[in-house]
């Protein structure tokens, strides 16, 4: 299944969790599961959808949970740790 997914959001590039439920049925907690896998291997980036300071938009439907996206890298990258001191 995951070599589904990863086809999946690489033939769309950028997809949304709630697009990736709906297309493969499953929960969003499913999808956070594989999400999870790809990102700790580097293959995806995940995308937080944009805070609201205010209401003008009418609510907080744009800004959910199912909301966050998620980019295919076409790579592995992986973070490089970098500690700094203050």
Partial sequence: MLAQVKHYIR???QVS???IALHFDVDLETV???MDYLLANGMIQRIDPP???TAACGGCAASGPGQVHYRWLGRRVRPFPLNVES
């Fill in 32 to 34: 956070f599961g594989w």
């Fill in 17 to 19: 969790a709630d697009d």
């Fill in 51 to 53: 805070s609201c300071s």
């Fill in 11 to 13: 033939e769309r590039e």
